[in-house]
């Protein structure tokens, strides 16, 4: 019952449709006085009576169509569109109309209103095949290409066997259209289909866009085939046996092969008529597949052409040959593009001092990458390849200058603008450095990274790494300080201007203010900010691992300089930012190397609470490693206070078979005057190191030193016990200066005279 009334309604609404959609009776006479006053040429009649018909019914056609006709007469004919448009819609089956709305549009030039036409018109009538042809056309203007070949292969498929030539146009556009979109394989299958259907109708031309659609899918046998069978060549490793399609082989092995393997090049018979083009297809295919020999004897007729009107079969050909390797035949078409007018350019230039660089002729490819940067200064790549020449030519100052700031005039501009106000001319760099709201006054940290990142940014990061690996090899320390403390400045804008960013030490009480403080470090990079996303990609040219070895080699040469105050504030730089762990391989050790940096460089600077705070953190992290103690009691014994003896005591007892940490808390007791929890101590650590002449030296001193004790109750037991770990001490040592030294010094503490003198002399 529910089915039934649901059909019941829905079929009164559709014959409420029909009837809206019809003139009702009581509107024909209006509707045909309208018609008459369209006869008369009384457009305005006309106006006003199909308004009134469309006030009443607003879903009948005919009105609109009268409406049109008299604003087309009128001459409005834009207005006149508009209202045949709507009156398409009221009945949108008629195809005819959608057509003509079509072109109408594109004399009004609107061809995404005339591509929904043709759109309607192909839903209404899809077996028209002028139709799609039109709407094809239409989305290639567009530039929607993907449309268009989607509409032109289903004229394809409507094409009669007898309309061979048409298919075979319409195969090449769209092959041409694939090859636009990368999809070689699409164009590939439609040249098929027409190659098949009409191989009387196959010319030059298509030929060509099939090899050529073969050569990008990396199919050089398919392409050197197509060519073959269609031009009526002869392959002659078919006809002596041998495989054409050769494994592709590596450059390297290709060219080390011994004058006893080679085979016997093999002669092709090449048409006069061959086309140019077509002939180095066949050249480039045959150095893909590893026939280089044939290549070179075929290429040989072509480099006596013209390369002035050929430039571009001789730089495919030259490119064919560098790309695998084959420098030395790439360079008589190489130098041929270069003499030339029309092809004396920088990119061929640079195809040029390639392969001179690859050959080993180092004077000649710099002046031709001397020749590349002249043509393009800002050529980066050609910049650092040429300065590395020129180191190898012992060019070294040559070399450093090359790699100079060498900007346009527009940058010039930039830079004297932003010199004019340096505070805006960082904008995105001062917004990362004083936060989200604008500050009073700049710092002078402040500016310095700022002038570092305008530094930066006005050149490349790369040439100025390269230019201080240069200035590195040959000594020259305060240049390469300049410039890599630039880079640093630029990498580190986020944090090295901080002030307090010291505080990132890791003792525990200070923990939650590190956390605060490093949370005002991080960097807030907008990515829709223009000029942030700039300097996140010339940071971006340098991995992480290169500004780790920079920031390392850098705080070396600060060290060496004994400008230890720069070194402090960089290495803790480099430990409050996140970029050098972010990306690192081991992250641990990474923050332990940044770690022990920082407390190395505060300790060289006299900061020694700085350097405890540091080392700390980083000896609690590697409990067990030794030699990160012996760096802690180094720095804890010079600090002036005595705080981290609780510390000490605290990891011991967390930790209380630790070796180090038995020691150094043993040392810190004989030091305070507890010499019995010192001896306990000592003892416990020889527990664990009975062969150590060290410790044995250590409980001789803490017994001679209780034997002495005012109070003691059994001195003379005390005294016997320190010189039979003296001795021991002796033998363990051996009889050497040191040892005996020390012995007679213990002798001479006790008043031992007679065993001092010995042991003194």
Same mark, same amino acid.
């Given at each position: 019952?529910?089915?039934?009334?649901?059909?019941?309604?829905?079929?009164?609404?559709?014959?409420?449709?029909?009837?809206?959609?019809?003139?009702?009776?009581?509107?024909?006479?209006?509707?045909?006085?309208?018609?008459?006053?369209?006869?008369?040429?009384?457009?305005?009649?006309?106006?006003?009576?199909?308004?009134?018909?469309?006030?009443?019914?607003?879903?009948?056609?005919?009105?609109?169509?009268?409406?049109?006709?008299?604003?087309?007469?009128?001459?409005?004919?834009?207005?006149?569109?508009?209202?045949?448009?709507?009156?398409?819609?009221?009945?949108?089956?008629?195809?005819?109309?959608?057509?003509?709305?079509?072109?109408?549009?594109?004399?009004?030039?609107?061809?995404?209103?005339?591509?929904d036409c043709y759109s309607k018109a192909h839903r209404y009538?899809?077996?028209?095949?002028?139709?799609?042809?039109?709407?094809?056309?239409?989305?290639?203007?567009?530039?929607?290409?993907?449309?268009?070949?989607?509409?032109?292969?289903?004229?394809?498929?409507?094409?009669?066997?007898?309309?061979?030539?048409?298919?075979?146009?319409?195969?090449?556009?769209?092959?041409? !259209?694939?090859?636009?979109?990368?999809? /070689?394989? %699409? +164009?590939?299958? #439609?040249?098929?289909?027409? &190659?098949?259907? *009409?191989p009387a109708m196959i010319d030059v031309n298509a030929i060509?866009?099939?090899?050529?659609?073969?050569?990008?899918?990396?199919?050089?046998?398919?392409?050197?085939?197509?060519?073959?069978?269609?031009?009526?060549?002869?392959?002659?490793?078919?006809?002596?046996?041998?495989?054409?399609?050769?494994?592709?082989?590596?450059?390297?092995?290709?060219?080390?092969?011994?004058?006893?393997?080679?085979?016997?090049?093999?002669?092709?018979?090449?048409?006069?008529?061959?086309?140019?083009?077509?002939?180095?297809?066949?050249?480039?295919?045959?150095?893909?597949?590893?026939?280089?020999?044939?290549?070179?004897?075929?290429?040989?007729?072509?480099?006596?052409?013209?390369?002035?009107?050929?430039?571009?079969?001789? !730089?495919?050909?030259?490119?064919?040959? /560098?790309? %695998? +390797?084959?420098? #030395?035949?790439?360079?008589? &078409?190489?130098? *041929?593009?270069?003499?030339?007018?029309?092809?004396?350019?920088?990119?061929?230039?640079?195809?040029?001092?390639?392969?001179?660089?690859?050959?080993?002729?180092?004077?000649?490819?710099?002046?031709?990458?001397?020749?590349?940067?002249?043509?393009?200064?800002?050529?980066?790549?050609?910049?650092?390849?040429?300065?590395?020449?020129?180191?190898?030519?012992?060019?070294?100052?040559?070399?450093?200058?090359?790699?100079?700031?060498?900007?346009?005039?527009?940058?010039?501009?930039?830079?004297?603008?932003?010199?004019?106000?340096?505070?805006?001319?960082?904008?995105?760099?001062?917004?990362?450095?004083?936060?989200?709201?604008?500050?009073?006054?700049?710092?002078?940290?402040?500016?310095?990274?700022?002038?570092?990142?305008?530094?930066?940014?006005?050149?490349?990061? %790369?040439?100025?790494?390269?230019?201080?690996?240069?200035?590195?090899?040959?000594?020259?320390?305060?240049?390469?300080?300049?410039?890599?403390?630039?880079?640093?400045?630029?990498?580190?804008?986020?944090?090295?201007?901080?002030?307090?960013?010291?505080?990132?030490?890791?003792?525990?009480?200070?923990?939650?203010?590190?956390?605060?403080?490093?949370?005002?470090?991080?960097?807030?990079?907008?990515?829709?900010?223009?000029?942030?996303?700039?300097?996140?990609?010339?940071?971006?040219?340098?991995?992480?691992?290169?500004?780790?070895?920079?920031?390392?080699?850098?705080?070396?040469?600060?060290?060496?300089?004994?400008?230890?105050?720069?070194?402090?504030?960089?290495?803790?730089?480099?430990?409050?930012?996140?970029?050098?762990?972010?990306?690192?391989?081991?992250?641990?050790?990474?923050?332990?190397?940044?770690?022990?940096?920082?407390?190395?460089?505060?300790?060289?600077?006299?900061?020694?609470?700085?350097?405890?705070?540091?080392?700390?953190?980083?000896?609690?992290?590697?409990?067990?490693?030794?030699?990160?103690?012996?760096?802690?009691?180094?720095?804890?014994?010079?600090?002036?206070?005595?705080?981290?003896?609780?510390?000490?005591?605290?990891?011991?007892?967390?930790?209380?078979?630790?070796?180090?940490?038995?020691?150094?808390?043993?040392?810190?007791?004989?030091?305070?005057?507890?010499?019995?929890?010192?001896?306990?101590?000592?003892?416990?650590?020889?527990?664990?190191?009975?062969?150590?002449?060290?410790?044995?030296?250590?409980?001789?001193?803490?017994?001679?030193?209780?034997?002495?004790?005012?109070?003691?109750?059994?001195?003379?037991?005390?005294?016997?016990?320190?010189?039979?770990?003296?001795?021991?001490?002796?033998?363990?040592?051996?009889?050497?200066?040191?040892?005996?030294?020390?012995?007679?010094?213990?002798?001479?503490?006790?008043?031992?005279?007679?065993?001092?003198?010995?042991?003194?002399?």
């Amino acid at each position: 019952r529910d089915n039934k009334r649901r059909r019941k309604k829905l079929f009164g609404q559709m014959k409420d449709v029909r009837r809206r959609t019809v003139l009702p009776e009581k509107l024909k006479d209006l509707f045909g006085e309208a018609n008459m006053a369209l006869a008369r040429c009384n457009y305005d009649e006309v106006i006003d009576k199909c308004k009134t018909i469309m006030k009443e019914a607003p879903f009948v056609q005919e009105p609109y169509q009268t409406l049109a006709l008299a604003f087309e007469e009128k001459g409005e004919k834009e207005q006149a569109f508009q209202i045949s448009f709507i009156a398409a819609h009221l009945r949108p089956n008629d195809p005819d109309q959608w057509v003509t709305l079509a072109e109408q549009a594109l004399e009004f030039n609107d061809e995404k209103k005339a591509l929904d036409c043709y759109s309607k018109a192909h839903r209404y009538a899809p077996g028209d095949l002028n139709i799609l042809f039109n709407r094809a056309r239409l989305h290639q203007s567009l530039g929607n290409l993907k449309k268009a070949i989607e509409d032109y292969e289903i004229i394809l498929k409507e094409f009669d066997p007898e309309d061979a030539e048409q298919q075979l146009a319409l195969s090449l556009e769209v092959a041409k !259209l694939c090859h636009e979109q990368k999809d /070689v394989d %699409r +164009g590939i299958t #439609a040249l098929q289909t027409a &190659f098949h259907n *009409a191989p009387a109708m196959i010319d030059v031309n298509a030929i060509n866009l099939l090899a050529e659609l073969y050569m990008v899918k990396t199919d050089y046998s398919s392409a050197l085939q197509i060519i073959c069978n269609s031009c009526a060549i002869s392959d002659p490793s078919l006809a002596s046996g041998q495989d054409d399609a050769v494994p592709a082989l590596s450059s390297a092995s290709s060219n080390t092969t011994t004058a006893g393997s080679r085979k016997p090049v093999l002669e092709w018979q090449m048409p006069d008529s061959l086309p140019i083009d077509l002939c180095a297809k066949i050249i480039v295919s045959l150095i893909h597949l590893q026939r280089t020999p044939e290549a070179v004897v075929l290429a040989a007729p072509v480099l006596e052409e013209n390369a002035e009107h050929f430039g571009d079969v001789f !730089l495919d050909i030259a490119e064919a040959f /560098v790309e %695998r +390797g084959h420098h #030395a035949e790439a360079l008589p &078409f190489l130098a *041929a593009l270069v003499s030339t007018q029309r092809y004396n350019m920088a990119a061929v230039w640079l195809r040029y001092a390639q392969s001179l660089s690859a050959l080993k002729q180092v004077e000649n490819a710099a002046a031709a990458y001397s020749v590349v940067v002249s043509m393009a200064p800002t050529h980066l790549d050609a910049r650092l390849a040429l300065a590395d020449l020129l180191q190898q030519l012992g060019h070294h100052d040559k070399a450093i200058a090359i790699l100079e700031a060498d900007v346009n005039a527009e940058e010039n501009e930039g830079m004297e603008a932003d010199e004019a106000h340096p505070v805006a001319g960082a904008s995105s760099s001062a917004g990362a450095l004083t936060g989200s709201g604008p500050t009073p006054a700049v710092t002078a940290a402040q500016l310095a990274v700022q002038q570092a990142v305008q530094a930066v940014m006005t050149q490349d990061v %790369r040439v100025i790494h390269r230019r201080c690996e240069l200035l590195y090899a040959q000594g020259k320390l305060q240049d390469y300080v300049d410039h890599a403390l630039t880079l640093m400045k630029f990498y580190l804008r986020a944090v090295y201007h901080k002030r307090d960013i010291h505080v990132f030490g890791g003792i525990a009480k200070c923990r939650k203010r590190a956390v605060l403080v490093r949370s005002g470090m991080m960097e807030n990079v907008d990515a829709q900010d223009p000029a942030a996303a700039k300097e996140q990609e010339q940071e971006d040219q340098l991995s992480s691992e290169e500004w780790y070895q920079l920031c390392y080699q850098l705080c070396c040469v600060l060290a060496k300089l004994n400008r230890f105050a720069t070194l402090q504030h960089l290495s803790c730089a480099a430990a409050a930012s996140i970029k050098l762990l972010e990306k690192a391989p081991d992250k641990n050790t990474r923050s332990l190397d940044l770690s022990l940096l920082c407390a190395s460089s505060a300790y060289l600077n006299g900061n020694y609470v700085l350097a405890w705070e540091h080392v700390r953190a980083m000896a609690y992290k590697v409990v067990s490693k030794a030699n990160y103690w012996n760096i802690y009691a180094r720095i804890a014994f010079t600090k002036p206070d005595v705080r981290h003896q609780k510390f000490e005591l605290r990891v011991l007892l967390k930790h209380p078979d630790n070796l180090p940490l038995l020691i150094i808390n043993a040392h810190h007791c004989m030091q305070n005057g507890t010499f019995k929890f010192a001896v306990v101590l000592y003892q416990r650590a020889l527990e664990r190191m009975p062969r150590s002449a060290f410790l044995h030296l250590c409980l001789g001193l803490c017994f001679l030193q209780l034997s002495t004790v005012r109070y003691t109750q059994r001195p003379y037991g005390h005294a016997l016990e320190a010189f039979a770990f003296f001795h021991r001490y002796r033998r363990l040592r051996g009889d050497c200066q040191e040892s005996m030294y020390n012995l007679g010094r213990a002798f001479h503490h006790v008043g031992e005279w007679h065993s001092c003198i010995p042991s003194c002399r």
